[in-house]
């Protein structure tokens, strides 16, 4: 799976176009990711991706970094021996996609602010 483009509001993943935010574990995409409390990541958001037991969590947190993820939050899945990479979406897309295809991967990718 690679992610062709992202722009403010839109993601292109193996020519599909995605306009709301989502969720990607290896070749599986969770589209229309919501969150409890908008821009704030809580545990429980990620649940979806937590089910599969990912290696590595890659967030990104927006076209200008708006959604927050709390050093408690990284704290915790970090304690569950998993590596977690926070940047703004436009970063956050090239580490997706230069991730080590044996890993297992999983994404979270807030499309605007």
Not at 1 to 30: A, C, P, Q, R, W
Request: proline share 2%; net charge positive.
């Amino acid at each position: 799976m690679k992610i062709e483009d992202y722009k403010f509001g839109e993601i292109v993943i193996d020519g599909k176009k995605f306009t709301s935010d989502l969720l990607i574990y290896e070749n599986e995409i969770k589209s229309n990711w919501w969150r409890s409390e908008g821009h704030l990541l809580h545990l429980e958001d990620l649940n979806w991706v937590l089910n599969k037991n990912p290696k590595v969590i890659i967030i990104g947190t927006g076209n200008s970094g708006v959604m927050k993820v709390p050093e408690k939050l990284v704290n915790k899945l970090e304690e569950r021996n998993m590596k977690i990479i926070v940047e703004k979406t436009q970063v956050a897309v090239k580490k997706f996609n230069e991730r080590n295809m044996g890993d297992k991967v999983a994404a979270g990718f807030h499309l605007t602010c």
